[in-house]
C-alpha cells in the first residue's frame, strides 16, 4: 500500500511538473497592427510580417526562447488612424499578447503615443515604423528606427555636398510634416543652404489638388537646386507626378524613408520617380555589411524565399530579435511586467553590428541613416 501511495505521489508530482514546465514554456504571442490590404502600406506591411515571421520561425525550430515559442498576432486597421486605436484597445485586453511591436500607421501611431496608450496598459510597442521623438521617447515604446532629425541632417548634408545651395521645402499639414518643414529651414541656414520656399501640402483628400498645384506653382517659380519633399502618402506621390510634370521637373528630390519608393515608382512610373534620393533608417538589406544582416538573409531564404529582401523585411527581423532578446531576459515566465522591466534595463544591446540602446534616461534606436536613390529601373542602390 504505502508502495502504491508513493508511486501515485511521483506520478502526480511529475504531472504538475510537466504541467507547470508546459506553462512556462507557453507559446507567446506579440501583437503587430498594419495594414495588408491598404494599398499605401501593403507592401510595407508585407514585408514586416515575412521578416519578424522568419525570425521567429528560425528561434522556434531551435526550440524556442527559454523553452517559448514565438508568434506573431497581425491586425489590419486598414490604415486608419481610429481603427488601429480600436485593435490596439483588443490587442490589450487578450492576456495572451505579451507585447506589441512594429506598428505601421503614423497618425495612428500619434494617436496612441498623446493618449499615453502604451504606458496606461503597461505593455511594451518595439519598433514601430515611427521616427517622431514624440513616438519614440513616449512610455513603453522602444524605438529601432533612426529618427526624423537624422534623416533631415543626412539629406541636408548630402545637397550640401553636391551643391545644391538653393531649396525649397514641400511638407504635409499633418504628423511630421510642420515640425520637420522648421528643422529644415533652421538646419538648412546652419549649414549655408538657403530655403528659396515653402509649401504646405493639405492631406484634405477635398484640399489636396489645390495645395499640390499651388507648391509646384511656388517650387517652379523659386527654381531651386534641390526639393525637400517632406511627406508621405498620397500627399508626396501626387505632388511628385505634379512636379516632374512641370517646366524644370527634373530638379533633384530628396525624400525621408516613409516615402515608399515601391508605391512611388507604382504610381509615378520609374521614369518619373528615376533619381529620387530617399534616406533610410535601416541598413541595406542586400549586402552582408554586418553580421545580422547575413542572418536575416539566411532565415529570408529558408522561411519566406518568395519575399524579396527589403528593407522593410530586415526592419521586422530586427524588431523580431529585439522582442526575442527581451523574452531571453525575463526568464521562464514571461509577463508584460516582465518584459517592460527587461527592455527598460537592456542598455545597449548589439544586434549583430546593429546597435540599440534602452534605459530608464534614454531610449536610442540603431542611429544610422542610409542614403539610397532610386534607378532607371524602379530599385533603390545606394
Not at 531651386?224 to 498620397?234: N, V, Y
Not at 534620393?277 to 552582408?288: A, E, G, M, R
Amino acid at each position: 500500500m504505502k508502495t502504491a501511495r508513493r508511486f501515485r505521489l511521483t506520478f502526480l508530482l511529475v504531472v504538475f511538473g510537466m504541467a507547470a514546465q508546459a506553462a512556462q514554456a507557453a507559446e507567446l504571442v506579440f501583437g503587430q497592427v498594419a495594414s495588408l490590404t491598404n494599398p499605401t502600406s501593403a507592401s510595407n506591411a508585407k514585408g514586416l510580417v515575412a521578416g519578424i515571421s522568419a525570425c521567429f520561425e528560425t528561434l522556434n525550430a531551435k526550440g524556442g526562447v527559454n523553452g517559448h515559442k514565438l508568434r506573431l498576432d497581425t491586425r489590419d486597421d486598414g490604415l486608419q488612424a481610429p481603427k488601429m486605436v480600436e485593435l490596439t484597445r483588443e490587442l490589450v485586453g487578450d492576456p495572451s499578447i505579451v507585447g506589441l511591436m512594429s506598428y505601421l500607421n503614423s497618425g495612428g501611431i500619434n494617436a496612441l503615443a498623446k493618449d499615453n496608450a502604451f504606458g496606461k496598459a503597461g505593455v511594451a510597442l518595439i519598433a514601430p515604423l515611427q521616427g517622431d521623438r514624440h513616438v519614440v521617447d513616449a512610455d513603453n515604446v522602444f524605438p529601432l528606427r533612426s529618427g526624423y532629425a537624422d534623416e533631415v541632417n543626412a539629406l541636408l548634408k548630402e545637397a550640401k555636398n553636391w551643391g545644391k545651395e538653393t531649396i525649397a521645402v514641400v511638407n504635409m499639414n499633418v504628423a511630421f510634416g510642420p515640425g520637420l518643414a522648421d528643422l529644415v529651414q533652421a538646419r538648412a541656414g546652419e549649414m549655408g543652404l538657403k530655403v528659396v520656399s515653402r509649401s504646405v501640402l493639405d492631406a484634405n483628400p477635398d484640399n489636396l489638388p489645390a495645395s499640390v498645384a499651388a507648391a509646384v506653382r511656388a517650387v517652379s517659380a523659386s527654381q531651386p537646386k534641390a526639393i525637400f519633399l517632406l511627406a508621405a502618402g498620397k500627399p508626396a506621390i501626387e505632388f511628385t507626378r505634379a512636379v516632374r510634370s512641370a517646366p524644370g521637373g527634373t530638379t533633384q528630390i530628396y525624400g525621408l524613408s516613409v516615402l515608399l519608393h515601391e508605391e512611388l515608382v507604382k504610381a509615378i512610373g520609374a521614369d518619373k520617380a528615376r533619381g529620387i534620393v530617399l534616406s533610410q533608417v535601416i541598413p541595406y538589406p542586400f549586402t552582408q555589411a554586418a553580421p545580422i544582416i547575413g542572418e536575416y538573409q539566411k532565415a529570408m531564404k529558408q522561411y519566406a524565399p518568395s519575399e524579396p529582401l527589403s528593407f522593410s523585411s530586415l526592419e521586422g527581423y530586427l524588431g523580431a530579435r529585439i522582442a526575442a532578446e527581451a523574452v531571453r531576459r525575463s526568464g521562464a515566465v514571461v509577463t508584460r511586467e516582465r518584459l517592460l522591466a527587461s527592455l527598460r534595463s537592456m542598455g545597449e544591446y548589439n544586434l549583430g553590428g546593429v546597435y540599440v540602446s534602452y534605459a530608464p534616461e534614454r531610449k536610442k534606436g540603431w542611429g544610422g541613416v542610409e542614403l539610397t536613390i532610386i534607378n532607371s529601373a524602379g530599385d533603390l542602390r545606394k
